[in-house]
């Protein structure tokens, strides 16, 4: 007899996580154990044969619905895990189950591809400084009690040598005593040709006035002679007698003939007294024209002496840097003049001493051969004594150009060798801030992008050369990205596809993150919070 707790009706079907052909098996074997207790019932009540038939029916019926069972309920747990990894359940995961990963979030930031190189600053500008005459430099300018070097700063106006100055002095004192004698001369000249202006105005004056009595004269003689021959004409008859009204009218002619006589000699007289005064002008005005040209030379050696004195002199033109210094104290300065034609001698050649502008300087880097740099492109410039150019890599790209001492312009590209060339910057900013010979790091933005969606390089991924990242949504789970990489800065990214600004990445991600990974952000960043930041060595 079978006990109530061996019946077939008692007897409860236990699924587990083994796989599909266990379970069968184990159905079988429980199926195979029930067909044989019925029999032995069976055969203790001497049933016929016809229970056997409906005893293979029954375990027909138990080979067909016990798996079917047993099947349905893995895939009812299976569709159940599958709800959970799409729906807010996934939370319960246990924290033990789920990966740790740190994460950055994408943001909206300056971008910028540099490439860099090492230089020194030059000046741009020189000015070049000499003595007007040779000489023993009796004076050098004194910087903190010594004299004056290479590389010492100077003011403008400032006095920074002198040559000996006795000669100078000496053909200033002469130039000046001929200047002003010249000067007397030219003044004595001058009254003198005013004298004689003034007599020769008298002169044309007592002209003019003998003339007007010549004029009078000549007019009395015609109306004396007109009425004497009216008279004569109106005359009738002779009785013998003098006519008194006759001789009184000749006479009054004859009178009038002797009065133009002395006008005529009045006026010659005073025509010669013209000639001569403007004979005596023109002596004068020729006195005056060599006066004023002898003031003039004189005037002019004064200013060549005056010149030549403060020739023994050099003052600073400029605020600058002493970038050359050929004189030295107590020596004898020989002058020269520059031969420009030949090129023999220049400027720079012959010149006592030489002041860089500070505000226009350049730098010249050397750089390996290619045609990303432009002219034009921006240079981000880093002073070698104020700042660790190696950790200039370490900061992200909106932090390395504030850390800049100036900023420059490619204003030339010229090869160096085959595989070099040479890159000339023009400081355009902050030049007075760096020394003309200082060491300095060049950084060129050959690529920007002032608003790109920037991530650190290591939270990208290489999957089959391909780039991707990995995203944890909301509910800690993963989604793999394809990006599309944009301008590469020194520590920062660009994506110009496949990640929007604020979402989270995770940074270093592990070969075993895929799609659906359940993590636990233990940590989010924003861009440039792990990135190491180092402070500027000071002096």
Known sequence: METEENSPKNQEVVLTSEPKSSQAQASQKLISQKLTSLRNALK??????????LLWAIAFGLAVVVPFQIGWQVVARSNHSAKLSSNSEVANIPIGDRIPVKTVRARTAAVVDLVSGNGSVAAARLVYLNFKTSGIVK???????????????????????????????????????????????????????????????????????????????ESDRLTAKLALERYATSKTGDNGTVDTNYVTKRNQLEKSEG????????????EVSVSQAR?????????????????????????????????????????????????????????????????????????????????????????????????????????DATTNPTAIRDLADESAIALATAIGEVVNISPANNQTQKVKIRVT????????????????????????????????????????????????????????????????????????????????????????TPTEVTDISDIGSFIKQTTPVQN
Do not use: C, H
């Open 429 to 516: 900013s902050g030049a007075t801030k760096i020394r003309i010979g200082a060491s300095v790091s060049a950084w060129v933005a050959v690529a920007a992008n002032p608003k790109a969606v920037v991530l650190p390089s290591n939270s990208i991924a290489y999957r089959n050369q391909q780039p991707y990242v990995f995203v944890v949504d909301k509910r800690g789970l993963v989604e793999q990205r394809l990006v599309k990489l944009g301008i590469k800065g020194l520590t920062n990214q660009e994506i110009i596809s496949g990640v929007s600004a604020s979402e989270l990445v995770i940074i270093d991600p592990k070969d075993n993150i895929t799609s659906g």
């Open 44 to 53: 203790t009540r001497r049933w016929d044969k016809r229970w056997d038939k």
């Open 139 to 217: 004076f050098l300018g004194q910087k903190d009690g010594r004299d004056l070097r290479l590389g010492d700063m100077v003011g403008q106006g400032e006095v920074l040598a002198k040559v000996d100055d006795i000669q100078a002095i000496s053909d200033l004192t002469q130039a000046e005593t001929a200047k002003n004698t010249a000067a007397k001369n030219l003044a004595a000249s001058i009254d003198r040709l005013a004298q004689s202006q003034a007599i020769l105005s008298q002169a044309e004056n007592k002209l003019a006035e003998a003339k007007s009595r010549l004029a009078i004269a």
């Open 259 to 270: 009065s133009v006589e002395i006008a005529k000699s009045d006026v010659g007289g005073a």
């Open 279 to 383: 004979e005596k002008v023109a002596a004068n005005q020729s006195e005056v024209d060599v006066a004023k040209n002898d003031s003039r030379e004189a005037i002019a050696s004064y200013d060549a002496a005056n010149t030549n004195l403060k020739g023994t002199s050099i003052e600073a033109p400029i605020s600058g840097m002493i970038a050359d210094l050929k004189i030295k104290q107590g020596n004898y300065w020989n002058l020269q003049s520059p031969d420009v034609r030949s090129g023999v001698r220049t400027e720079a050649d012959v010149a006592a001493i030489s002041i860089a502008d500070p505000e226009q300087v350049e730098v010249t880097i050397e750089l390996t051969a290619s045609n990303r740099v432009q002219t034009g492109q921006t240079v981000y410039i880093f002073l």
